[in-house]
């Protein structure tokens, strides 16, 4: 196994340091956003979609894993969380637990399957599996098939925050995302996290130093598909809909394409990945299906040229880790 | 009855397919070490291709089956001297990013020039009609995709496993660098590997045109199937990718039959169960 990134670089207190700097110029240019006259909704469109990216980086950056079905648990907490506030009616706080919980189920489940195989063949079953799901909420009554479900009710959050109020939806979805970005940055720098690196560099070795190799990659895959489900359970309410479109391989596909763009197993990449094809599908919606074409491209391109993405290229550059 | 034989024809054809697919992603993977994901898209291009041949070459079906797969060969074997070939030595995932990039654009090409609904291939004269076997009616096409395709199946064992070519096949799989010194031109054997594995991609393609309409969405969902016959028969050995591939088709025809709501999933759900008992898969190595 060659590694993903070429230059692992060591903790050190000013790598933190220099992280939690860029951290704080994120979160206040992304505070300013209500401010500049930005349209909203397309932010927080994109900071779901960030948060997803992050998750599924989680896996393949940190654990080499390439999961090619990471849109099932952004779909099944989308379903769940829908249908939790919809038809059962519960406040928003209730209804994003019931899609993380719906999510981590689903993880559990999916990654005891496919953590048995290993490289290749891990992508097969992971975008085999989600394609199972696809189907199964294709015909399953409670997702409404091609129509998906609608008109989901955006309510106050504990209470207080009305969230149909654009202004105070995006400042949730701003606390959900960095608190998401957060707990993966944690994660990453934690003993679990470096293990996880370890046996992203080198499984044998590990092995051979005595841990349980396959434990962290579980552990991993079900972090990774938890995350996964809050940011679904997060678009909900941006979108206002759950439909078939998120659990669809192709959506998977722009996850990996957000994350390859950005910089696999960068801390900032994913974001700035989801960021990019996220207004680049905004602008090009008119060309129609150019925009898959594009897409394609992009994946050509940065698989040929630039295979550390634009954060991984920023970071190699200032020999830092981002 | 006459329902079931029907689907189980019907599972045949599917399973030819899968057979013809997972048998050209078995080659690949076996000389390349990449996934080739764009195989659904190279399977529609064979389809379209024999389209265009008859529509503005008035060629016909005969010819489209031997012209469709060369010329779909002569594009593949032009992205893996172009992009593949710089893959060399990088994680295998680069080499499934990189194809599901090539697929995405093939794709979305067609899908601009001929939307996503279905364009007519007529079955060919001689292949009209249909015979009755006394306990089903079989159409003559179905019956010709069936057997014609295990006999392309069965010569691409035979290529492989008996004959010299096929040695050096498999022994530049096992040790490129060995077979070079044997002052073998691997890098070439390489290319005409893929141009042959995506060829068979192709020649599917043009055998479902008839029976399927060409799409140029047609390849897309079906690769996904494929990918489980692939993870449940596992690449190791060619034989096993027939089997598999034919075998499953056929489960997924008597599905159809007895619980058609299970159509879509049967194989994804074998596929849990395959990695459930044996992880490896049926006949795969351990990885």
């Known amino acids: 196994m060659t590694a993903l990134t070429d230059d692992t670089l060591p903790v050190t207190p000013r790598a933190i340091r220099d992280e939690m700097i860029v951290f704080v110029m994120m979160a206040l240019l992304l505070a300013a956003v209500p401010f500049s006259g930005i349209y909203p909704f397309f932010v927080m469109q994109a900071l779901c979609f960030a948060l997803l990216a992050c998750a599924f980086n989680l896996l393949i950056g940190y654990g080499g894993l390439l999961s090619f079905g990471h849109a099932m648990f952004l779909g099944t907490a989308g379903y769940c969380s829908a249908h939790a506030l919809k038809v059962w009616a519960l406040p928003p706080e209730l209804g994003i637990l019931v899609g993380i919980v719906a999510a981590f189920g689903l993880s559990?489940?999916?990654?005891?399957?496919?953590?048995?195989?290993?490289?290749?063949?891990?992508?097969?079953?992971?975008?085999?599996?989600?394609?199972?799901?696809?189907?199964?909420?294709?015909?399953?009554?409670?997702?409404?098939?091609?129509?998906?479900?609608?008109?989901?009710?955006?309510?106050?959050?504990?209470?207080?925050?009305?969230?149909?109020?654009?202004?105070?939806?995006?400042?949730?979805?701003?606390?959900?995302?960095?608190?998401?970005?957060?707990?993966?940055?944690?994660?990453?720098?934690?003993?679990?996290g470096e293990v996880l690196k370890a046996i992203r560099e080198n499984e044998p070795r590990a092995i051979s130093l005595g841990y349980r190799t396959d434990q962290y990659k579980f552990l991993a895959f079900v972090l990774s598909g938890t995350l996964a489900g809050f940011a679904g359970s997060l678009k909900v309410f941006v979108a206002q809909n759950a439909s078939l479109t998120d659990v669809h391989w192709s959506m998977s596909g722009e996850v990996v394409l957000m994350t390859l763009v950005g910089g696999l197993g960068t801390i900032f990449g994913p974001v700035v990945g989801a960021f990019a094809i996220i207004a680049m599908q905004q602008y090009l919606a008119g060309f129609g299906q150019w925009v898959t074409v594009i897409q394609g491209s992009i994946f050509v391109v940065c698989v040929l040229t630039f295979r550390r993405g634009v954060i991984g290229e920023i970071a190699h550059y200032f020999r830092r880790s981002l | 009855m006459q329902a079931l034989y029907a689907q189980l024809l019907v599972g045949l054809i599917n399973g030819s397919f899968y057979a013809l697919l997972s048998l050209g992603l078995a080659v690949i993977f076996g000389m390349l070490n990449i996934i080739n994901f764009a195989h659904g898209a190279l399977y529609m291009m064979g389809a379209f291709v024999a389209y265009f041949l008859l529509s503005l070459g008035g060629i016909n079906y005969w010819w489209a089956l031997l012209i469709a797969p060369v010329i779909v060969g002569i594009f593949g074997m032009i992205l893996e001297r172009t992009m593949l070939q710089w893959l060399t030595g990088l994680d295998h995932l680069y080499g499934l990013l990189l194809t599901f990039g090539i697929a995405l654009i093939v794709q979305g090409v067609f899908q601009n020039y001929f939307g996503s609904s279905g364009l007519p291939y007529a079955i060919p004269d001689q292949l009209k009609g249909g015979m009755n076997l006394g306990f089903m009616f079989l159409p003559i096409y179905r019956g010709w995709v069936v057997i014609f395709s295990l006999v392309v199946c069965i010569a691409t064992w035979f290529l492989i496993e008996k004959t010299r070519l096929g040695a050096y096949l498999r022994a530049a799989t096992e040790n490129p660098t060995l077979v070079r010194a044997f002052g073998i031109n691997v890098p070439r054997m390489i290319t005409l590997t893929y141009g042959l594995g995506v060829g068979l991609a192709a020649l599917a393609g043009v055998l479902s045109a008839p029976i399927n309409q060409v799409r140029p969405l047609m390849g897309a969902d079906l690769i996904i199937v494929v990918f489980a016959v692939v993870v449940i028969g596992g690449m190791g050995s060619i034989m096993g990718s027939i089997i598999t591939g034919f075998a499953l088709g056929v489960i997924e025809g008597l599905t159809k039959y007895f619980y058609p709501e299970a159509s879509n999933t049967v194989v994804f759900v074998l596929m849990v169960l395959v990695l459930l008992v044996k992880p490896t898969g049926l006949t795969g190595r351990a990885a």
Do not use: C, W
């Open chain 1, 108 to 192: 559990l489940i999916t990654g005891y399957i496919s953590i048995r195989r290993q490289g290749i063949y891990f992508s097969m079953i992971t975008l085999a599996l989600s394609q199972l799901l696809y189907f199964i909420y294709l015909q399953a009554p409670f997702t409404h098939g091609e129509d998906g479900i609608q008109g989901i009710p955006q309510g106050r959050m504990f209470g207080v925050f009305d969230l149909s109020k654009p202004t105070v939806l995006y400042y949730v979805v701003l606390v959900g995302f960095l608190a998401g970005f957060l707990l993966i940055y944690r994660i990453i720098n934690s003993p679990f």
